[in-house]
């Protein structure tokens, strides 16, 4: 059984700073194969959109609207993706959720974490 957990919403004002963390755990004693991790978010009325995602390896890819204000990175020891979020502005309000692209069983799966606030004031 996987579990993707997330932290670190929340609420700030126009221009200022937050840190997301999301960490990935299987049973007690597995090792899990994760491939790529990423952050995506959802607007009230609007579909789920990528935000931001990076390679076990390092690679990233970022949504437009948030290139040059927001930094991913992930720590493999630890199963765990960082977004950085600097310069926030209201249109970043949204749900945040994280996925996980993990090996099981030899099937690539998609795991999702419960979902972050993060509420920007102007």
């Known amino acids: 059984q996987v579990q993707v957990v997330e932290s670190g919403g929340g609420l700030v004002q126009a221009g200022g700073s937050l840190r997301l963390s999301c960490a990935a755990s299987g049973s007690t004693g597995s090792t899990l194969s994760i491939n790529t991790m990423g952050w995506f978010r959802q607007a009230p009325g609007l579909q789920r959109e990528l935000v931001a995602a990076?390679?076990?390896?390092?690679?990233?890819n970022y949504a437009d609207s948030v290139k040059g204000r927001f930094t991913i990175s992930r720590d493999n020891a630890k199963n765990t993706v960082y977004l950085q979020m600097n310069s926030l502005k209201p249109e970043d309000t949204a749900v945040y959720y994280c996925n996980a692209k993990i090996i099981l069983l030899g099937v690539l799966r998609n795991y999702w974490g419960q979902g972050t606030q993060v509420t920007v004031s102007s």
């Open positions: 990076i390679s076990s390896g390092g690679s990233t």
